[in-house]
């Protein structure tokens, strides 16, 4: 059974700079969530695909922040001009339409 | 919009000792409510859920929660913990919409 898969696991970059995330979901879940989680936190809602539309938005994410889901299958997540800010665990969960959500372990983002 | 709370930000025990972590949630309408486990630099992987029926779950590893409507609370619960369980736990609600919100986690650490 394969999981949700993200890549890369890491990434440093500089402020700035533009970064993208790329998640796998499980390949019969029709539904892909994006959340971020920062350290002692839980996670918080950034956006969710059914198929490839973009349902829903969190007021989280700016307009530096960009995902997509073109085909209804992988979605990327896309960070323009990063800030410090930023620095955080970006994961990505998959579901059917109505089960429970399983997550990817995650891709953590460091700015310098 | 739903709120989680999760009442002790850390936990320590001793193993073979019972545990029990607590969540109280607020809702205007039905919920869904969900415990996850997050072990270091990893995502988070799914130990139980309360869709509807009986209030009292069982899930994976031994843990099991009692959903208590009138208390709007969801506690979980293990008889015996081993070092093995030490990690995050976060509990988590959907109400309306798709989105998970979470608590802000307990962190569980079991001594020998």
């Known amino acids: 059974d394969t999981g949700v898969s993200q890549n890369p696991r890491h990434k440093i970059t500089k402020r700035g700079q533009n970064v993208t995330f790329r998640c796998d979901p499980i390949s019969e879940h029709n539904r892909l969530y994006w959340y971020r989680q920062t350290l002692g936190q839980g996670p918080e809602f950034l956006t969710y695909f059914q198929n490839e539309a973009q349902l829903e938005k969190s007021r989280l994410l700016s307009d530096r922040f960009s995902a997509e889901r073109p085909k209804g299958s992988f979605s990327t997540l896309e960070i323009q001009r990063t800030e410090q800010g930023d620095s955080a665990m970006y994961l990505c969960?998959?579901?059917?339409?109505?089960?429970?959500?399983?997550f990817g372990d995650g891709t953590r983002l460091s700015i310098l | 919009a739903q709120s989680v709370t999760q009442l002790d930000s850390q936990v320590p025990v001793f193993e073979e000792a019972p545990v029990e972590l607590r969540c109280n949630y607020s809702?205007?309408?039905?919920?869904?409510l969900f415990w996850y486990v997050q072990y270091p630099n990893q995502g988070l992987q799914l130990l139980l859920k309360?869709?509807?029926?009986?209030?009292l779950v069982k899930g994976i590893n031994g843990f099991e929660a009692e959903f208590n409507k009138s208390q709007t609370s969801f506690h979980l619960r293990k008889p015996s913990v081993h070092i093995s369980d030490t990690a995050e736990y976060f509990c988590a609600v959907i109400g309306s919409g798709s989105r998970l919100t979470f608590g802000e986690g307990t962190q569980l650490t079991v001594n020998p």
């Open positions: 969960a998959s579901s059917l339409a109505y089960g429970p959500q399983h």
């Open positions: 809702s205007s309408v039905s919920v869904y």
């Open positions: 309360y869709l509807s029926g009986s209030t």
